[in-house]
Nanobody
């Protein structure tokens, strides 16, 4: 069974930094695109950052210049480095990945979410 395990959330003051990690576990052939989404209370889930299999990235306008998504293919892990955090970045952050499992089926897998709170 393919699973995503997220870590790195927490409480940080405005202007601070956090690094989220998301590791893919299970028997897989390869990972295509990976991304981070977030959902704040009372708001819809939104795409924060996305990285494809070639390493091309795109970001929500609200995080451009502050957040950086990267991946380590050897570790089947995607990261989200978040700098200059603002209170409006407070949300549950979810990892998502398109994965080829051992049967060569393409699966879209989501993580359980990690809370990020930006507050003084």
């Amino acid at each position: 069974q393919v699973q995503l395990v997220e870590s790195g959330g927490g409480l940080v003051q405005p202007g601070g930094s956090l690094r989220l990690s998301c590791a893919v576990s299970g028997r897989i052939i390869s990972i295509n695109a990976m991304g981070w989404y977030r959902q704040a209370p009372g708001k819809q889930r939104e795409l924060v950052a996305h990285i494809n299999s070639r390493g091309s990235t795109n970001y929500a306008d609200s995080v451009k210049g502050r957040f950086t998504i990267s991946r380590d293919n050897a570790k089947n892990t995607v990261y989200l480095q978040m700098n200059s955090l603002k209170p409006e970045d407070t949300a549950v952050y979810y990892c998502n990945a398109d994965v080829f499992d051992r049967f060569y089926d393409l699966l879209n897998v989501g993580g359980q979410g990690t809370q990020v709170t930006v507050s003084s």
